[in-house]
Each structure stands twice: as C-alpha cells, then as structure tokens.
C-alpha cells in the first residue's frame, strides 16, 4: 500500500473558483472580490530573513548557543552599523579566520613537541633533505654526512645531553 501526501484525504484548493480568470470574468460579488484581494496579499513574500527568538533557541541545542554567542553579539553590534548582509559576512568569516587560525597554531604545537626521535614511538618523523651540492661548490662531490653504520637511523639519538 502506497502511502499519499494527502495521507489519503482528496487534496482542495483553497483557491476556490476565482483561480480560473473565466470563472472571475463571469463575474464576481463584493464578498469575492474582498476574498481575493485577501487571498492575494496572503501570497505575496516577505523579503528578508525573519528571525524569531523562540524558533531559534528551539532549533538550537545549549551547546550550540554557548558556542555561537561570541560571534553572535559581534553581528548584533555590527548589525546596526553596517547592515544585516555585511555583518552577517563579517560574522561567519570572523569564524572561519579563527578555525583556520586554531588549527595552524594547533599543528605548529603538535609538530613542535610531538616529533618522533628516540624517545618515543609515536608523533610525525620530518626527515629533511640533504643540503645541495653542485660542482663547483666547496666540498663538491659531498656523498653524505653519514661516516659509520651507527649514523644512520640515529633519530637524534647522538645529539641527546643524556
């Protein structure tokens, strides 16, 4: 069984017979025509967001709003300066700036002192590249810094003050 967006009820318009333009040259009565005028102002949009406190704290859980508030309060500052659009642009841009601005700080700590060297398993193991050397240079051709077997996979091991 198929369910219905009616939910099974016959769906009715609430136009009445007047939405055919035949039906309203035949001729309309003054209780119609103030029914239409009614009808066709309840159509007409209202431009612009419009914001209701309650529908905004319902659609919003208490963790949601504690988090959003600082940035809120920004846009209702500004709102009054620079109009609903633009402060609205600043706020959700403001927002982003500081994301992307926590989680460069976020990863220069991490890469800081989460470096993978002998004391530990884990954490990122930057491996940089042997300087340049080109003919000409002095010391040219320098094959490598690394003299014994024990130099190599050292991860800091011979640089450690023990």
Known sequence: MASSETG????????GRMVRERERLIGMSNDERAW?????????????PRIVPELEKELQNPIKRF?????????????PVLGTQRAYTIRFWTGKFAMAI???YAGAYYFKYNQNDWTRKGGWRVITSRPVCNPGDEGY???SDRTQPSD???????QATI
């Open 67 to 79: 988090y959003r508030f600082p940035l809120d309060k920004l846009g209702e500052a500004l709102t």
């Open 141 to 143: 051709p320098k094959v």
């Open 152 to 158: 190599y996979a050292a991860r800091g091991f011979k």
């Open 36 to 48: 239409r005028k009614q009808w066709l102002k309840d159509l007409e949009l209202h431009h612009g």
């Open 8 to 15: 099974g009820v016959k769906p009715m318009s609430i136009a």
């Open 102 to 104: 926590a989680a460069i």
